[in-house]
């Protein structure tokens, strides 16, 4: 594959970086300060002004919907097109969100584009698009090793002209912000078909049903994660219209694996300027600390551990352009080992990149405003969108295919 950028992703990564240093960076300060006040004043999740402000320069500035590809909703981008500029994002945890291009919202906005129905897209697409309202994904459930989706118990059962829904989801992202309007939900309409894969489906229910409850806010290594955050919800009776479900009956694992790839990719893609940066932070830090007579930045060990993020951010890189390049040329089907490879391998980079330059830094490192919440995002994409065990099992398996002998013929 050619490793060169187009004029045109050149041209969206001089604006994207000039927007990031005039508006993002300056504004850091200013973010966390007014998460602080809302926190003081007792809703943590309400949104920010700066964040609101941001939006609307980056509409204005053109930098809006960079991620929809195989689509005329989005900026038209490839996926090896859209990887280069969701790096650039990914350097502050929260600035995707300015651009209209975090997750949920991204993966949910992609399966309402792809699997949608006209209403559903008029009545969620269009002002998700227009970043009126936002979503959550719930899918994963506290009682069952959701890390296999078809462990899923919730229940979607049919009623008439209405679909009941009965369970109990967690690690809901986004599901605490007031300007969240609808769930995409995935539970089971037919649990007894012999298809563990067809058992599934996935629906729309509006904030706003009765019976939906959020119970709380999840933790992550201590930080709350606001205003963004993880919800516990419980789904009791919650009655919606059979025009709110998906695609159709059992068509929900389908649903997810056309989601979670592109999900996965922009993920990685943003860990990768995350580790950028943190890398930024060790060097600067190495070289104005001096410890035994000598800057850090002469001690072998550090050295050393610059030398290896270097390696790996960029072995890291390379491993996910692959991968949007096969996304875009063969399809995500086909390009299913290259996606796992990145899921594993771009956030252990990250842990092991932000682990040094904590360690860099010292004591104050554990509590740096940017460092720690970094380490915490980090680790968290480990488990988020798979476990890292269900990503090695998938590459192991599929490299062993390659050794099978091939089956007789009848």
Known sequence: MDFDYSPKVQQLQARLNAFMDQHIYPNEARFHAEIEANRA??????????????????????????????SELGAGLSNLEYAPLCEIMGRALWSAEAFNCSAPDTGNMEVLARYGSAEQQRQWLEPLLAGRIRS????????????????????????????????????????????????????????????????????????????????????????????????????????????????????????????????????????????????????RRSLGRVAFGKPLAQQGVTLERIAEARILIDQARFLVLNAAHMMDTVGNKVAAKEIAMIKVAAPNMACRVIDWAIQVQGGGGMSDPFLAPAYAAARSLRLADGPDEVHRNQI???????????????
């Open 396 to 410: 192991g398996k599929l490299e062993l295919a390659r050794y099978q002998p091939p089956s007789a013929p009848r």
């Open 136 to 283: 959550c994904f719930a899918m994963t459930e506290p009682a069952v090793a959701s890390s296999d989706a078809t462990n899923i118990e919730s229940s979607i059962v049919r009623d008439g002209d209405e679909y009941v829904i009965n369970g109990r989801k967690w690690w809901s992202s986004g599901g605490g912000d007031p300007r969240c309007q609808v769930f995409v939900f995935m539970g089971k309409t037919d649990p007894n078909n012999p298809s563990r894969h067809q058992q599934q489906s996935m629906i729309l229910v509006p904030r706003a049903t009765p019976g939906v409850t959020i119970e709380r806010q999840l933790p992550v290594f201590g930080f709350d994660d606001a205003p963004h955050g993880h919800s516990e919800i419980v789904f009791e009776n919650v009655r919606v219209p059979v025009a709110n479900l998906l695609l159709g009956e059992g068509r929900g694992f389908e649903i997810a694996q056309g989601r979670l790839g592109p999900g996965r990719i922009h993920h990685c893609m943003r860990l990768i300027g995350l580790a950028e940066r943190a890398l930024e932070h060790m060097c």
């Open 41 to 70: 004043a007792g809703d943590a999740w309400l949104p920010t002004r700066v964040m609101e402000e941001l939006k609307e320069l980056a509409r204005a500035a053109g930098l809006w919907n960079l991620f929809l590809p195989e």
